[in-house]
């Protein structure tokens, strides 16, 4: 049906071969770019499962919103930020080696250059600048979900987060008690039993 759509248009020259290689050209750039920002989103996403839920400002899944076009100008901006702020606290949580803001500066850098890009003459450097700052922020964030793929977990049981490490605490803090009132019940025995001995001694 395309090829019967297509060769009226042929004949009549309104569709030459020059508006197909466009057409092709265009196509090609789109499912470029579209697969491109897949692997990108898909490298936040993987960095945000790698943080413990108690420590995530923001779900996995929610990255994929950036797909939508034109939400995704401010929604962006809101996954730059809470990206960083998970890989912190997981960071903290860790024990291990916090290094600046975790690409937060960068990625807010590389968005306000891309929509300054619109601006005509100098638009197209700043388009340029932008795309070195993704790159950058793409690499820092794949260098971070690494750092804590190989990292052991944030406590020595095994779990992660805050929570955890005050139940262990506290459960600590009880059996210790518990193990105080053993000893001294075990004490006060000892010496009950001392007492009556020297007693009967005397009698």
Same mark, same amino acid.
């Given at each position: 049906?395309?090829?019967?759509?297509?060769?009226?248009?042929?004949?009549?020259?309104?569709?030459?071969?020059?508006?197909? !290689?466009?057409?092709?050209?265009?196509?090609?750039?789109?499912?470029?770019?579209?697969?491109?920002?897949?692997?990108?989103?898909?490298?936040?996403?993987?960095?945000?499962?790698?943080?413990?839920?108690?420590?995530?400002?923001?779900?996995?899944?929610?990255?994929?919103?950036?797909?939508?076009?034109?939400?995704?100008?401010?929604? !962006?901006?809101?996954?730059?930020?809470?990206?960083?702020?998970?890989?912190?606290?997981?960071?903290?949580?860790?024990?291990?080696?916090?290094?600046?803001?975790?690409?937060?500066?960068?990625?807010?850098? &590389?968005?306000?250059?891309?929509?300054?890009?619109?601006?005509?003459?100098?638009?197209?450097?700043?388009?340029?600048?932008?795309?070195?700052?993704?790159?950058?922020?793409?690499?820092? !964030?794949?260098?971070?979900?690494?750092?804590?793929?190989?990292?052991?977990?944030? @406590?020595? &049981?095994?779990?992660?987060?805050?929570?955890? #490490?005050? &139940?262990?605490?506290? $459960?600590?803090?009880?059996?210790?008690?518990?193990?105080?009132?053993? $000893?001294? &019940?075990?004490? @006060?025995? $000892?010496?009950?039993?001392?007492?009556?001995?020297? #007693? #009967?001694?005397?009698?």
């Amino acid at each position: 049906m395309l090829l019967a759509q297509a060769n009226p248009l042929l004949a009549q020259g309104e569709f030459g071969p020059e508006q197909g !290689i466009v057409l092709v050209i265009m196509f090609g750039i789109i499912a470029v770019g579209l697969t491109v920002m897949i692997f990108y989103l898909m490298t936040l996403s993987t960095a945000l499962s790698r943080c413990s839920p108690g420590n995530r400002t923001m779900e996995p899944g929610l990255v994929w919103l950036n797909l939508i076009p034109c939400f995704n100008f401010i929604w !962006i901006f809101f996954t730059v930020v809470r990206v960083s702020e998970s890989l912190r606290r997981e960071f903290r949580d860790r024990g291990m080696r916090e290094e600046g803001d975790f690409g937060q500066t960068l990625g807010i850098t &590389y968005n306000v250059l891309n929509l300054l890009g619109i601006i005509p003459y100098i638009g197209i450097l700043l388009n340029l600048a932008g795309l070195i700052c993704w790159i950058i922020y793409w690499v820092k !964030i794949a260098g971070y979900s690494s750092q804590l793929k190989d990292a052991p977990p944030a @406590d020595r &049981y095994g779990g992660y987060g805050r929570d955890r #490490d005050d &139940y262990d605490r506290d $459960d600590y803090g009880r059996d210790r008690d518990r193990d105080r009132d053993r $000893d001294d &019940y075990g004490r @006060d025995r $000892d010496d009950y039993g001392r007492g009556r001995r020297d #007693d #009967d001694r005397d009698t």
